[in-house]
């Protein structure tokens, strides 16, 4: 025993020495399902130790005991699994793992655990058309129209897809994004005439990623195209210009200033019955008597004959 263990470790000592180690570990790059039909997963390679190295997926579904190894090392390309239709489940939880294996011994990704139904990334949408349109007495607008993927099956509600359009002068750096909802068209107004644009679009379903940009199209718009309507600003100017002739011709009229409102005359006397003649200079006699009838409701005073008069 002591002799194999020996002979292990010198083999070993003589394989490092020679650059030979087990493979690194390997990582699961993405899992990708365009149609919630089939789905791939990618996986980068570690370093391979300076050996030979195979790589194998393994999956499990939950709640299954049973662990199978990938149906397809092919369709996909290099360093991929793809699933049929045979092999996908939605929502079933698949535990996937990457081995990497050489005659140095072996490692394993970390587990990936994914639900088909989350991970849809459809492919772009197709046909994509462009058309200026100018109809009469309206703005005219460029028409923007596409074609869900083909792949897709939108028409029995499998999917619920949206859409989003980009797009650009050709000498441009930054792209316009606006969102289309779940139309398959888009009117844009506002362009630059004589002006050639780039447009694109993509598409992401009710579950899962947006796709990438589809196909580039481009149109040039024609030169007497308008970049903005003006009949709204000259509504805004004329209604401005009424309603301050308007405010010039009431200060005007009514002879308001400044003063006036910052500081209001002070009201006059609010005594009821007070009659503001009696300060006037009159007969003090007269006056005596008549304010003091005001101040005494019941009793009046006649200071001509001495007699107490009661009303």
Same mark, same amino acid.
């Given at each position: 025993?002591v002799?194999?263990?020996?002979?292990?470790?010198?083999?070993?000592?003589?394989?490092?020495?020679?650059?030979?180690?087990?493979?690194?570990?390997?990582?699961?790059?993405?899992?990708?399902?365009p149609?919630?039909?089939?789905?791939?997963?990618?996986?980068?390679?570690?370093?391979?130790?300076?050996?030979?190295?195979?790589?194998?997926?393994?999956?499990?579904?939950?709640?299954?005991?049973?662990?199978?190894?990938?149906?397809?090392?092919?369709?996909?390309?290099?360093?991929?699994?793809?699933?049929?239709?045979?092999?996908?489940?939605?929502?079933?939880?698949?535990?996937?793992?990457?081995?990497?294996?050489?005659?140095?011994?072996?490692?394993?990704?970390?587990?990936?655990?994914?639900?088909?139904?989350?991970?849809?990334?459809?492919?772009?949408?197709?046909?994509?058309? *462009? &058309?200026?349109?100018?109809?009469?007495?309206?703005?005219? #607008?460029?028409?923007?129209?596409?074609f869900?993927?083909? =792949?897709i /099956?939108v028409?029995?509600?499998?999917?619920?897809?949206?859409?989003?359009?980009?797009?650009?002068?050709?000498?441009?750096?930054?792209?316009?994004?606006?969102?289309?909802?779940?139309?398959?068209?888009?009117?844009?107004?506002?362009?630059?005439p004589?002006?050639?644009?780039?447009?694109?679009?993509?598409?992401?379903?009710?579950?899962?990623?947006?796709?990438?940009?589809?196909?580039?199209?481009?149109?040039?718009?024609p030169?007497?195209?308008?970049?903005?309507?003006?009949?709204?600003?000259?509504?805004?100017?004329?209604?401005?210009?009424?309603?301050?002739?308007?405010?010039?011709l009431?200060?005007?009229?009514?002879?308001?200033?400044?003063?006036?409102?910052?500081?209001?005359?002070?009201?006059?006397?609010k005594?009821?019955?007070?009659?503001?003649?009696? *300060? &006037?200079v009159?007969?003090?006699?007269?006056?005596?008597? #008549?304010?003091?009838?005001?101040?005494?409701?019941?009793? =009046?005073? /006649?200071?001509s004959?001495?007699?107490?008069?009661?009303?």
């Open positions: 025993v002799s194999t263990t020996a002979l292990v470790l010198l083999f070993l000592n003589i394989s490092l020495l020679n650059g030979q180690s087990p493979p690194g570990k390997p990582e699961i790059v993405k899992c990708r399902s149609d919630k039909e089939t789905f791939t997963c990618w996986w980068k390679p570690g370093t391979d130790g300076g050996l030979p190295t195979n790589y194998s997926l393994t999956y499990q579904r939950e709640g299954e005991k049973t662990r199978y190894e990938c149906p397809d090392y092919i369709t996909s390309g290099p360093n991929s699994c793809f699933f049929s239709q045979k092999h996908t489940t939605i929502w079933k939880i698949y535990i996937i793992t990457v081995n990497a294996t050489n005659r140095m011994g072996s490692s394993a990704s970390d587990p990936l655990y994914i639900d088909v139904i989350y991970i849809v990334e459809p492919e772009p949408p197709q046909n994509l058309t *462009l &058309e200026v349109k100018q109809p009469k007495d309206k703005k005219p #607008y460029l028409l923007i129209k596409w869900p993927p083909t =792949v /099956d028409r029995t509600g499998w999917f619920t897809m949206e859409y989003e359009v980009r797009l650009k002068p050709t000498e441009a750096d930054e792209w316009e994004v606006h969102f289309a909802g779940q139309q398959t068209h888009f009117k844009v107004f506002s362009l630059y004589g002006h050639r644009y780039l447009v694109q679009t993509r598409c992401k379903p009710d579950h899962g990623y947006w796709s990438k940009w589809g196909l580039e199209s481009s149109i040039e718009i030169s007497d195209f308008p970049t903005k309507d003006t009949t709204v600003w000259i509504f805004v100017a004329v209604l401005s210009a009424v309603i301050c002739l308007v405010m010039v009431a200060v005007a009229l009514k002879g308001y200033s400044m003063m006036t409102c910052i500081f209001p005359p002070v009201p006059g006397p005594i009821k019955g007070f009659d503001a003649h009696l *300060l &006037e009159s007969d003090t006699t007269e006056n005596m008597v #008549y304010f003091t009838s005001f101040l005494f409701n019941d009793y =009046v005073c /006649d200071t004959s001495g007699v107490v008069l009661t009303y």
